[in-house]
C-alpha cells in the first residue's frame, strides 16, 4: 500500500475511533443505547443535561486552530469564513450499498507518481477568481471541481472547504465513513500527495481535539435494540418488516429515525426559557413592522394555551426504499428497505394559532396578498432549514401544526423535542424537527435541505447536475402513492407434492399503503404471479379516515394465489391506488434518480415455501 492510501485508511480508524463510537461497519445492525444518556429528558446518568444545539463545539474548534495553525500555512481570510461555517458543514447524506472489500482494493491503485503539494498551495486553488478548486484528505489532494455541483449537501456547503483539509467537517459529518462511496467518487479526483509535514499537523491537531474536547456524538439518546441500523452518527435507523404493522401508531421508540446531525441537547435551563422565534416578516399586520427579524416570541406556555389539535399522521423518508433504486444503478444516499416510514399521534396547536399569535391578523389572506407567492420557512436548533408555501401552511383542512406531543407524551429528543414541525401528506423532511423559528418570506428558505440537490428529483438521464438548472426544479413536498408487504404466510402443512415448482399455493400476506396530500387510499392490489392476476386486499386499518385528509397509512390484508417459482420460492407485489387514481407503477427504472428519491413501484417480497 502507499503512504498517501496507508495515511487515508488510518485516518478513518485513527482520531475517529477516539471520538466517534461505532462509526465503522454500523450498516444493518441493531441499534444500542448511547454511554451516559439515562435520566429524564435523554440527559446524563447524574440528571443534568449539557448543551450541544448543534453547535459542534469540538469541530469548531479544530477548524479554528488547524487554519491559523502556522504549519497548515492558511490565510487569514479563509480562516474567518470557515471559523463561521463550520457550525453547519455539508449535510451529504449517508452513502448506499458499503463495500467491505474497499479499503483492500485500494492498496491496488498507483499513486506513486503523482506530485506533492503544500497546504498552502491547496490554499490558493479555492475557486476564487476562476481557480480551480482543491481540497484535501488523509494525506491525499483532490481536485473537486467538477464535483461541485453535484454533491448532495449542495455546492454552498462543499465550498465551505474549499482550499482547505475535510477532516473537520467529516468529523462531525460521519455520513461519509458510512460506507465506501465518498471514497470511490474521490479516488477519481486525486492528483497528488499531500506534503507529510502539512498533513502531520492536521493529523496530530485532530487526534488533541479528540482527546481534548467532547465527541459532538456523546450524548445521543438512547435507542431500541430492534430498528436496523444504516449509520449511527447521525443516527439513521428504519423499522423492521415484520415490525412494521405492528401496531398502527408506531410506538415511539420504534419510530424511524432520520437525522443528519447530532441530536440537540438542551440544558434544563434552556428547556425552563426556550421560546420559539416568529418573523411576520412578509405577513406583518397593523401594528408590526415588515423585516423586522425576530418580531415576536412565544413560549411553550403560551403555545400550550392554544387550542390543543391532535393529528394522526404518517411520515415517511424521502429516500425511502433507495435500496430498491440502486438495483437498477447505484444513487447516493442511505440504502433504506421499506422500514423508513412511521405513523404517530401528535398533538400541538394550528400554525395559523401560532401565527395570529405572533400578529398575523389573517393567515389565510396572506396568500393573495400583493400577487406574490408566500412562504413559510422554519428553522432548526441544529440549522437545519426548510419552508413550506403558505397556501398549505395556512389551509384549515391542511392540519400543518408545531407539535409539542407525540403519541400522548412530550415530543423525545430524537423526534424534534421541544417543537417540531408537522405537515401532514408531505415529504418528512418538511416536517422540521427542533423548530426554534418560524419565518413568513416571499421565497423559500435558503440551504441545501430545501433548494440543493438533497431533495430535487432529477429526470432518469441526468447524473451530473451542472446540466440543469436546479433553481427551476421544485423540492420535494406533496409526495406519491406508495405500498409495502411486510407478513407472508404460507400453510405449513403443505405436502410435497404441492410445493412444486409451478404450482399455485395461497399466500396470506399483509401490509401497509398511504398516499401524499391526504388522499385515501381505495385500493390494494396484491399479485402472486407478476401481475398476471390480481387479488384485492382488504383494509382493515384506517380506511375511514376523512375525505382528503387521510394523512395516515391504511393497513390491508389479502389471501393471494401465488405460483411457485423455480428457485422455490413465491414473490407477492403490492400496488396501491388513491382518490385520484393514481396508482404504483410496476417498475423502478423509469423513476430512477441520481438521489434515490420517491421510489414508489411495487414493492415486491419473498418468500420460501
Known amino acids: ?38 435520566s429524564k429528558l435523554d440527559g446524563n446518568s447524574d440528571g443534568s443535561t449539557q448543551y450541544h444545539h448543534g453547535k459542534a463545539a469540538a469541530v469548531a474548534a479544530v477548524a479554528a486552530a488547524l487554519l491559523s495553525s502556522s504549519s497548515w500555512g ?34 491496488d491503485l498507483d499513486t506513486k507518481s503523482l506530485p506533492t503539494y503544500t497546504s498552502k498551495q491547496v490554499v490558493e486553488h479555492n475557486g476564487k477568481d476562476g481557480k480551480a478548486i482543491w481540497m484535501s484528505y488523509g494525506g491525499v489532494v483532490y481536485d473537486v471541481t467538477n464535483f461541485i455541483h453535484n454533491h448532495p449537501g449542495g455546492s454552498e456547503r462543499i465550498m465551505l472547504a474549499a482550499g482547505s483539509a475535510v477532516e473537520p467537517y467529516w468529523h462531525l459529518y460521519r455520513q461519509h465513513f458510512a460506507s465506501d462511496l465518498p471514497m470511490r467518487l474521490m479516488e477519481e479526483m486525486m492528483i497528488g500527495n499531500l506534503d507529510e509535514k502539512d498533513q502531520e499537523a492536521i493529523d496530530e491537531y485532530m487526534e488533541k481535539v479528540s482527546e481534548e474536547n467532547e465527541d459532538p456524538y456523546a450524548h445521543e439518546p438512547r435507542r431500541s435494540d430492534v430498528l436496523i441500523v444504516h449509520g449511527d452518527q447521525p443516527m439513521n435507523a428504519e423499522v423492521p418488516a415484520d415490525v412494521l ?39 406583518a399586520g397593523s401594528g408590526q413592522d415588515k423585516g423586522t427579524g425576530c418580531a415576536f ?47 404517530a399521534k401528535w398533538g400541538g396547536a394550528r400554525l395559523t394559532d401560532v401565527l395570529k399569535l405572533a400578529g ?65 401528506g408531505y415529504a418528512a423532511v418538511r416536517n422540521v424537527k427542533w423548530v426554534n423559528k418560524i419565518e413568513i418570506a416571499s421565497s423559500e428558505a435558503t440551504g441545501a435541505w430545501q433548494q440543493g440537490l438533497n431533495y430535487k428529483t432529477l429526470p432518469p438521464n441526468v447524473t451530473d447536475a451542472k446540466k440543469i438548472d436546479l433553481a427551476k426544479m421544485p423540492s420535494m413536498t406533496e409526495v406519491a402513492v406508495f405500498s409495502g408487504i411486510t407478513n407472508m404466510d404460507i400453510d405449513s402443512s403443505l405436502k410435497s407434492k404441492q410445493r412444486k415448482p409451478g404450482s399455485t399455493v395461497t399466500v396470506k400476506a399483509s401490509g401497509w399503503a398511504w398516499s401524499g396530500g391526504g388522499r385515501n387510499i381505495v385500493r390494494v392490489d396484491i399479485t402472486g404471479d407478476g401481475g398476471e392476476s390480481w387479488a384485492t386486499a382488504n383494509i382493515v386499518k384506517g380506511g375511514d379516515q376523512k375525505f382528503g385528509r387521510a394523512w395516515a397509512w391504511v393497513f390491508w390484508e389479502c389471501d393471494v394465489p401465488a405460483v411457485i417459482r423455480k428457485d422455490g420460492t413465491v414473490q407477492l407485489s403490492s400496488k396501491a391506488v388513491d382518490l385520484a387514481f393514481n396508482s404504483q407503477p410496476e417498475s423502478v427504472a423509469p423513476a430512477w434518480n441520481v438521489r434515490g428519491l420517491g421510489n414508489n413501484s411495487w414493492h415486491s417480497a419473498a418468500r420460501r415455501v
Not at 81 to 86: G, I, N, Q, W
Request: charged letters at 25%; a negative charge.
Open 360 to 424: 398575523v391578523e389573517d393567515p389565510v389572506a396572506l396568500t393573495e396578498q400583493d400577487g406574490i407567492q408566500k412562504h413559510v420557512r422554519f428553522e432548526s436548533l441544529d440549522g437545519m432549514r426548510a419552508s413550506i408555501h403558505m397556501e398549505k401552511a395556512t389551509n384549515p383542512y391542511g392540519d400543518v401544526i408545531i407539535a409539542y406531543e407525540m403519541n400522548d407524551e412530550p415530543l423525545p429528543r430524537d423526534h424534534g423535542f421541544p417543537l417540531r414541525v408537522i405537515v401532514p
Open 74 to 107: 492558511r490565510e487569514n481570510d479563509w480562516k474567518c469564513a470557515m471559523e463561521a461555517a463550520v457550525p453547519h458543514p455539508s449535510p451529504t447524506p449517508s452513502a448506499v450499498n458499503p463495500s467491505e472489500n474497499f479499503e483492500n482494493e485500494a492498496e
Open 245 to 283: 404493522t405492528g401496531s398502527y401508531l408506531t410506538p415511539t421508540d420504534l419510530f424511524y429515525i432520520r437525522h443528519h446531525h447530532p441530536v440537540p441537547l438542551m440544558t434544563q435551563d434552556e428547556i425552563d426559557n426556550f421560546k420559539l422565534d416568529i418573523d411576520v416578516g412578509a405577513g
Open 297 to 343: 416570541q412565544v413560549t411553550m406556555e403560551e403555545l400550550k394555551k392554544l387550542p390543543k389539535v391532535e393529528i394522526v399522521a404518517t411520515l415517511q423518508c424521502s429516500g425511502n426504499r433507495r435500496g430498491d433504486m440502486n438495483s437498477v444503478k447505484r444513487t447516493s444516499g442511505t440504502s433504506w428497505s421499506q422500514g423508513a416510514i412511521s405513523t
Open 1 to 38: 500500500m502507499t503512504p498517501m492510501l496507508s495515511r487515508v485508511l488510518r485516518t478513518r480508524s485513527s482520531w475517529l475511533a477516539k471520538g466517534a463510537r461505532g462509526v465503522h461497519s454500523v450498516v444493518g445492525r441493531p441499534a444500542r443505547a448511547s454511554i451516559g444518556v439515562l
